[in-house]
């Protein structure tokens, strides 16, 4: 080998180690969004909540579809799920949002109860008494007290998963029914709260939710500057430059390793550690990590509040029991859309209606009465489902909204998102009352859950009919699908639901 020959291969390896030192890694890492640290976009959770039952007394169910697996029938609850014509929108019209693809409805589950008010309580169970006993079970996997009460007795599913998964960013919890619309019309309480949580000092504390779209707007966008889109594109032409140079330098690199001698390869070999090193760094900046963030338009004031729907005994309030919740729950939700594609959040808790909800629904559907007592109780299964329908419309146009936002790597928020609806009330036995084909039971109860994370929903949606188990089961597989239940577990109740997997 010639003097020459092996100075010119040292010289050219001299070169590579200067290209490949000499590239700005620091100036890329500086245009980096602050949390859009990983080559795969984060994982997201939504837990939604109806207060509501199923069905009007002595009716069957209008949601829970006659075929099991893939490509279910929507009846007329859940034709949200689809692309028809919505009956619960008179005179505005409007279709279903085409989502049956990427939402399970998961059926036949039951929450346990126990004999007597007083007596123990089975695990992930509740006492006899209905109305306000089903949330926390649901939602912690904690049995309920053995008196009626409605707050968990353990830090709820979307806590536990915002600990697991939030990393600097916030927890939102919003609520869309502005009152109760009964009696005083409060505001407030433990029926209208979804989200539990540990202190610092061990203690279980209620997160008071959001009901005011201005207040969700201030306190997420109020400051909120999103990227400048000519930066993120100046970014990505930066990006693919230094990558083609990386990659123009191990090439020619690679071809001659096999002429080198021992010491000149040993060499080669570290400056070839480096260049993958960052090629791994640059595969891991998103060229555009928040492409659909942008800041959405002030909603304005809040609907005003309205007065309650009915008094304790039954008589008439003095108000329509409605202050426009269908505008708030769309509110709501574009703001959780929007701060899922910003990464100021990657999880919410949204209560669309308190338990035992009294809300008017002539103004939104146009049927006459409140929800529990004029439609739920008095024979009107139309009108019924047309209110489980509306909690369903709130609840598809969350993962049309999901799936229509891309992600930096071409994908969706909804790929990266688990999604779940739950109920107040499935149908069947009333330990309560003695009836056997009631609304006040937790027999039959479902979930409906949406979204691609984790493997969900991989083969399209499907119905599945899982007797016996817990709604906290398919809890549990939603925070599973995120990586927030390394032990499949929630409170007393354990164990995913396989089929949402397949």
């Given amino acids: ?80 799920l689809g692309t028809g014509a919505l009956p619960s929108n008179p005179g505005v019209g409007g279709n279903g949002f085409d989502v049956r693809d990427h939402v399970s409805i998961v059926s036949g589950m039951t929450i346990p109860w126990s004999n007597a008010e007083g007596s123990s309580v089975p695990p992930g169970g509740r006492s006899p008494a209905f109305h306000f006993n089903t949330t926390g079970p649901q ?75 201005q207040l969700a707007y201030s306190t997420l966008f109020g400051n909120f500057v999103p990227p400048d889109p000519a930066e993120a594109q100046a970014f990505a032409r930066r990006l693919a430059r230094h990558r083609s140079v990386v990659e123009l330098v191990r090439g020619n690199a690679e071809s001659l390793r096999d002429r080198l001698g021992s010491s000149d390869r040993e060499r080669f070999d570290r400056h070839l550690e480096e260049v993958r090193a960052l090629e791994q760094r640059l595969d891991s900046l998103p060229p555009d990590a928040l492409a659909s963030c942008t800041k959405p338009p002030d909603p304005g004031d809040d609907p005003p509040i309205q007065g309650s729907a009915i008094e304790y005994q039954g008589q008439g309030g003095d108000g329509v029991g409605y202050s426009n919740e269908t505008l708030r729950g769309e509110l709501l939700c574009d703001f959780v859309r929007m701060a899922f594609a910003c990464d100021l959040s990657r999880v919410a808790a949204i209560r669309l209606t308190s338990s035992q909800t009294h809300m008017q629904v002539g103004p939104m559907l146009g049927h006459e009465g409140d929800i529990h007592s004029a439609i739920g109780h008095s024979a009107r299964p139309e009108a019924y489902a047309d209110c489980v329908g509306w909690h369903v419309k709130h609840f598809a146009r969350l993962i049309a909204l ?101």
């Fill in 139 to 213: 939602t912690c996997g904690v049995r309920g007290n053995p008196t009626r009460a409605e707050p968990a007795n353990g830090p709820t599913a979307d806590q536990l998963v915002h600990e697991a998964i939030g990393e600097g960013t916030s927890s939102l919890s919003y609520r869309v029914q502005a009152a109760s619309y009964v009696g005083a019309n409060s505001t407030g309480g433990s029926a209208m709260r979804l989200s539990y949580r540990r202190s610092r000092g061990g203690e279980l504390e209620a997160i008071e939710p959001v009901a005011s779209p």
């Fill in 402 to 502: 999901l799936r229509d936002t891309k992600e930096y790597d071409n994908s969706s928020l909804l790929d990266h998102t688990a999604v779940i609806l739950l109920f107040e009330g499935g149908s069947g036995f009333d330990p309560e009352g003695g009836a056997s084909d009631s609304a006040h039971s937790s027999e039959n109860m479902i979930a409906l859950v949406g979204g691609h994370a984790g493997g969900l929903n991989t083969g399209g949606g499907k119905h599945i009919v899982f007797t016996d188990g817990h709604p906290a089961n398919a809890v549990v597989s939603c925070m599973a699908a995120v990586g927030a239940a390394p032990d499949e577990t929630l409170g007393d109740i354990h164990g995913v639901i396989p089929e949402l997997f397949g």
């Fill in 1 to 80: 080998m010639s003097r020459v020959s092996v100075i010119n291969r040292r010289t050219l390896l001299r070169g590579l180690g200067g290209s490949v030192l000499a590239l700005p890694a620091l100036e890329i890492m500086g245009h980096r969004p602050a949390r859009a640290g990983a080559a795969t976009p984060p994982k997201r959770f939504v837990l939604m909540y109806a207060g509501m039952s199923l069905v009007s007394d002595g009716y069957p169910d209008d949601i829970v579809p006659n075929t099991v697996g893939v490509g279910y029938d929507l009846k007329r609850a859940a034709l949200a």
